[in-house]
Nanobody, 122 residues
Framework: VQLQASGGGLVQAGGSLRLSCAASGSIFRITVMGWYRQVPGKQRELVATTTSGTSGTRLDYADAVKGRFTISKDNAKNTVYLQMNSLKHEDAAVYYC??????????????WGQGTLVTVSS
């Protein structure tokens, strides 16, 4: 299973970016898919996740991004998106996607994408 993230780049403060992360490989289902970010010298932190269960889909956000970022998932494409609006300097980081995957052999693993850099300028 591989996760391919894309969409990072340079944006002015107040601007928007949309990140994408596509999962491919021997996938039976993905229950949790989300985004984390990391800046040098700090721990990786959760940004947003989407969790699919029997009762529906739950979206969770870090307090720092609530109201500005929106996570969504295309189940048919095993792809998660992060729409980031009103970007602030403190949003600059390497963004990593993560997925909790049940493979076709019924085993489970968590996977990380390669990271995509978001830079926010003045």
């Amino acid at each position: 299973v591989q996760l391919q993230a894309s969409g990072g780049g340079l944006v002015q403060a107040g601007g928007s970016l949309r990140l994408s992360c596509a999962a491919s490989g021997s996938i039976f289902r993905i229950t949790v898919m989300g985004w984390y970010r990391q800046v040098p010298g700090k721990q990786r932190e959760l940004v947003a996740t989407t969790t699919s269960g029997t009762s529906g889909t739950r979206l969770d956000y870090a307090d720092a991004v609530k109201g500005r970022f929106t996570i969504s998932k295309d189940n048919a494409k095993n792809t998660v998106y992060l729409q980031m609006n009103s970007l602030k300097h403190e949003d600059a980081a390497v963004y990593y996607c993560n997925a909790n995957v049940q493979r076709r052999d019924s085993t489970w693993s968590a996977y990380w994408g390669q990271g995509t850099l978001v830079t926010v300028s003045s």
